[in-house]
């Protein structure tokens, strides 16, 4: 059942118990202003009349508003929607809610792509009908579990007339936020009921799904992140500021000189704010920066003292440190502004997602990051952040978020994982916690461009192999001309071994590029295990993905 964690509900529970509680006390007044006039007077006729007219138009207004507020509902595809823009190219947004929090997550879902330039359409769920849903291309649930497992109450309609058996939906590619509360026992349980659901009707999923434990920020900025993926658009604002810790950043090495990729880095950081704590298998969020000449640019043409002290929110810094974290606004918007004025108004830059790559046992956190390039030619704002202006022993704001969907097995089962490019990252982690915890029976297939460039931390993990750390190690290189492969051919060619550790008890994880490599190793699994097997693998904790 989805509770209120942040200010997205009308009224929360105890409005409602300090309004009861008003009223109890507004009754014992007029109870005791009228002690001992019990005896029963005839109002009159034109009184009873009087009172069955003010009840009838309140009952009148009650239905009213209650048909209103459905029609509303209905009537959102219009209100959403980008102007000439035909309904099946339009995202459709798509909401299930007991409370309301789920209904103000997807407005804000929609909003959010409406600002990236996309044509939107909002709908609740018990409004949708099978044959909008298998003209739709992309669709967004955004779903609450209400009692132990229940679709909310509005739902109802759909769950009746929809989701008692498969309808065809191959053409439709969707992403679900589910709502939940890990108090109760079945968690999330609508959302994966519909999940379920659009996965037997052929569905397609664009990323995996999102769930939310009592309105946890960070997963909440998870599925922004998605979100960012999906519009394109790399700068959309955070609904909610991350609680960044400081660290310091202490090493940085570039691993794959004269790549026909972009360039990846080791990066290491040490916490500054005292000892951090993190699993295999979890992510930091990232708070970037401007480039140090952006943001003097900036401050030159106004012109502005970037030294100048701000106090904001209970914090104070230099302008240009305000100006560095923010999205610069345009001379015209400040115009006459005092620094003040221009801090007071400014929007934080929004954070990036990275997979870490090292225990706290490492004595540092390490991330693999791939220097990114915008279309004018600028480095990306996370990445060129993080690979290029900030110095060594620069602050770094950053925040680890737990990623419990895709931590290491607790026991020794077989492991399998798969993954490209900087996706390797991750997978490092979960091999250390494996050598950690004398786990070796591990097969490692990643793939990337060529071997003599891009075999990231290449001697750590033939070390690996040759200690018995790794029982199986396949490696695809996409531009190599003697035997250009990735990395779902070497899956598909060893599919024999991969069905025999699937019987002996292995788990599969998976981590890398959603665009290309996820889908393609998904297709082969299917193949080697079938579609049965590989949902009865993902329904136990078996076959888990972090992909980007």
Not at 91 to 104: D, H, I, R
Not at 174 to 185: E, H, K, S, V
Not at 462 to 477: C, V
Not at 526 to 543: N, W
Request: hydrophobic letters at 45%; glycine letters at 8%; one cysteine or more.
């Amino acid at each position: 059942m989805s509770r209120p964690a942040t200010a997205l509900i009308e009224r929360k529970p105890w409005g409602n118990s300090v309004l009861i509680a008003l009223l109890i006390v507004l009754a014992c007044g007029l109870l005791a202003l009228h002690a001992g006039e019990w005896e029963w007077r005839d109002p009159g006729a034109a009184r009873w009349l009087l009172a069955f007219a003010v009840l009838a138009a309140w009952v009148g207004f009650t239905a009213w508003l209650g048909w209103y507020r459905r029609r509303a509902t209905g009537a959102r595809t219009l209100s959403m929607s980008l102007a000439g823009t035909p309904p099946g190219e339009a995202v459709l947004v798509v909401f299930a809610s007991q409370t309301g929090t789920a209904e103000q997550l997807a407005r804000q879902t929609a909003q959010s792509l409406q600002w990236a330039g996309m044509a939107v359409s909002l709908r609740e769920l018990g409004a949708l009908d099978n044959e909008a849903l298998m003209q739709a291309k992309r669709v967004l649930f955004v779903v609450s579990t209400t009692g132990e497992g229940d679709a909310p109450d509005h739902a109802a309609p759909f769950v009746t007339r929809s989701m008692r058996a498969p309808i065809p939906l191959g053409q439709l590619h969707y992403g679900l936020l589910a709502l939940g509360d890990r108090d109760y026992d079945d968690f999330c349980g609508f959302g994966r009921q519909l999940q379920h659901w659009l996965e037997r009707s052929g569905a397609h999923a664009l990323f995996d799904s999102v769930e939310v434990d009592n309105g946890d920020p960070a997963a909440l900025r998870h599925w922004q992140h998605h979100l960012s993926l999906l519009s394109g658009a790399t700068e959309l604002p955070d609904w909610e500021r991350p609680d960044y810790q400081r660290w310091q950043l202490i090493e940085r090495r570039l691993l794959n000189p004269e790549s026909l990729g972009g360039p990846c880095f080791h990066l290491a950081f040490r916490s500054i704010d005292g000892a951090a704590t993190w699993q295999a298998g979890d992510l930091v969020e990232m708070g970037p920066r401007h480039a140090p000449d952006e943001v003097a640019r900036w401050l030159a043409t106004p012109p502005y003292d970037g030294e100048v002290r701000v106090e904001h929110e209970g914090r104070s810094a230099s302008l240009r440190e305000w100006l560095a974290e923010s999205h610069l606004p345009s001379f015209d918007d400040v115009c006459g502004r005092t620094a003040a004025e221009v801090v007071r108004d400014l929007q934080a830059l929004p954070h990036r997602e990275y997979s870490i790559a090292s225990l706290p046992s490492d004595g540092s956190l390490h991330l693999l990051v791939r220097r990114m390039a915008r279309a004018d030619g600028r480095t990306g704002l996370g990445s060129g952040w993080l690979t290029k202006h900030a110095e060594l022993g620069a602050e770094v704001a950053l925040r680890i978020r737990s990623n419990p969907g895709f931590h290491a097995p607790r026991d020794g089962r077989p492991l399998v994982l798969i993954g490209n490019g900087t996706g390797v990252a991750g997978l490092r982690a979960l091999l250390k916690a494996r050598l950690d915890a004398d786990h070796a029976r591990n097969w490692l297939l990643f793939g990337e461009r060529q071997a003599t460039r891009d075999f990231y931390h290449r001697e750590e993990i033939e070390q690996w192999l040759r200690d018995g750390h790794l029982a199986r190690l396949d490696l695809a290189w996409s531009r190599d001309e003697a035997t250009p492969a990735y990395v779902q051919d070497r899956l598909r060619a060893a599919a024999d071994e991969l069905k025999q550790w699937v019987s002996e008890g292995a788990a599969i994880y998976v981590c890398g590029s959603l665009a290309g490599m996820a889908p393609a190793v998904d297709a082969v699994l299917r193949e080697a295990l079938g579609d049965v097997e590989l949902e009865r693998l993902r329904e136990d904790g078996r076959y888990r993905r972090d992909v980007y």
